[in-house]
């Protein structure tokens, strides 16, 4: 039993074409008069690896565009309403002008108008607040901080030292992280001996 299955191998590989045979038998069915050379395929491979290359960078650039507008989508959702805000300083500044101006009279008239400003400016501040915008409200005596105080003066005052805020007069805002707009401050030089 073992001799006849040897015998039947052997027929079907003398069967079986040859490399040599099987080349030509595709040569004439397919058409094709050349086989596809080293040179050929180093080519192509090449330009795989050239269109490949092209394919990541083009994919890595798609992901930064969209790492970019979600950035962006962000800012202006945080610090889209900043001219607004900017906007409404100036009344926020006057009213509390008003409320100091109506604390110094004695009058009835002015109590109930007093009352109607410092609910007005409640509201403002709550608002402000609500929006990511709180406020810079330095003391007398603080140091001079450059990245949220204007100095918009200096001047010489015995008793401190040279960068201390000896008055306040406007109180700066924050929007989120950023600087709205700095605190309005008068700092001391340096006090004369």
């Given at each position: 039993?073992?001799?006849?299955?040897?015998?039947?191998?052997?027929?079907?590989?003398?069967?079986?074409?040859?490399?040599?045979?099987?080349?030509?038998?595709?040569?004439?069915?397919?058409?094709?008069?050349?086989?596809?050379?080293?040179?050929?395929?180093?080519?192509?491979?090449?330009?795989?690896?050239?269109?490949?290359?092209?394919?990541?960078?083009?994919?890595?650039?798609?992901?930064?565009?969209?790492?970019?507008?979600?950035?962006?989508?962000?800012?202006?959702?945080?610090?889209?309403?900043?001219?607004?805000?900017?906007?409404?300083?100036?009344?926020?500044?006057?009213?509390?002008?008003?409320?100091v101006a109506a604390e110094e009279s004695d009058s009835e008239a002015?109590?109930?108008?007093?009352?109607?400003?410092?609910?007005?400016?409640?509201?403002?501040?709550?608002?402000?607040?609500?929006?990511?915008?709180?406020?810079?409200?330095?003391?007398?005596?603080?140091?001079?901080?450059?990245?949220?105080?204007?100095?918009?003066?200096?001047?010489?005052?015995?008793?401190?030292?040279?960068?201390?805020?000896?008055?306040?007069?406007?109180?700066?805002?924050?929007?989120?992280?950023?600087?709205?707009?700095?605190?309005?401050?008068?700092?001391?030089?340096?006090?004369?001996?």
């Amino acid at each position: 039993m073992g001799k006849a299955k040897k015998e039947e191998d052997v027929t079907q590989n003398e069967t079986e074409p040859t490399f040599a045979e099987a080349e030509a038998e595709y040569r004439t069915e397919y058409g094709a008069d050349e086989v596809v050379d080293v040179d050929e395929l180093d080519a192509l491979r090449a330009e795989r690896d050239m269109l490949r290359d092209r394919f990541m960078r083009a994919l890595a650039d798609a992901e930064n565009s969209r790492k970019r507008s979600e950035r962006d989508r962000r800012e202006a959702e945080q610090y889209g309403g900043s001219k607004l805000a900017r906007d409404l300083l100036p009344v926020y500044d006057a009213m509390r002008r008003a409320l100091v101006a109506a604390e110094e009279s004695d009058s009835e008239a002015d109590k109930a108008l007093l009352e109607g400003v410092e609910l007005t400016m409640r509201e403002l501040t709550n608002v402000f607040r609500k929006h990511g915008i709180e406020p810079i409200e330095p003391e007398v005596g603080n140091t001079f901080d450059p990245q949220q105080h204007q100095a918009m003066f200096e001047a010489p005052v015995p008793n401190t030292k040279a960068g201390d805020i000896i008055q306040v007069m406007a109180v700066g805002f924050m929007i989120h992280d950023r600087l709205l707009r700095p605190a309005q401050v008068g700092v001391s030089s340096t006090p004369v001996s």
